[in-house]
């Protein structure tokens, strides 16, 4: 079988069994579906030095959730990838930017939702936190548009319009009282 020239079809993710043990693989491009499987993902939630976050809203031509507004990035670590080498790859990769102080705030996050289309986001899903210096250098592909904001704000947005937001944006909020302050 030749493989396909889309880099998203090529690209594999980690599916997982219901305790959350890998049981094999499959191609990110044909995964979500409206059966999506149990799969490994991570989310990032960067933050710069005077404390703001950076919220990203989704390229439209994302699958899933496009044009919504979502944490700073997320990902899906490949077969065998140091999870935190995943989510530094990612930054480069969405972003453009390096990170510091990358610590895991949610290790045992788990979400399954459905998009408006049918598509199902079905996930095991670690919630790291992290700072940079960096310019932000946004992927046209995986960002519509990008912002600093201060976290006590966005909890207020969320809280007014989750609709506008990833699901689980909204969710990780929510299981993270101290958002926004530093080791937390």
Not at 6 to 14: S, Y
Not at 18 to 28: D, L, Q, R, V, Y
Not at 143 to 148: H, L, Q
Request: hydrophobic share 45%.
């Amino acid at each position: 079988m030749a493989l396909s020239s889309d880099p998203a079809l090529r690209e594999r993710v980690v599916l997982l069994d219901e305790s959350g043990a890998a049981i094999g693989t499959a191609e990110k491009g044909t995964v979500h579906s409206d059966r999506t499987p149990l799969h490994l993902a991570f989310s990032c939630h960067v933050f710069d030095h005077d404390g703001r976050v950076l919220v990203a809203r989704r390229a439209l031509g994302k699958a899933t959730w496009p044009g919504v507004w979502s944490n700073s990035f997320c990902g899906h670590p490949a077969p065998g990838e140091d999870p935190q080498g995943a989510v530094r790859r990612r930054a480069r990769t969405e972003l453009g930017i390096r990170l510091d102080g990358l610590e895991l705030v949610q290790p045992a996050f788990r979400y399954r939702a459905v998009d408006a289309s049918g598509i199902v986001e079905n996930e095991v899903c670690p919630v790291y936190r992290a700072t940079t210096a960096d310019p932000v250098a946004a992927n046209p592909d995986e960002v519509a548009e990008w912002r600093w904001a201060d976290p006590a704000a966005l909890r207020t947005a969320v809280a007014a319009a989750p609709f506008a937001f990833s699901p689980w944006l909204v969710l990780q909020l929510e299981a993270w009282p101290s958002y926004g302050r530093a080791g937390t």
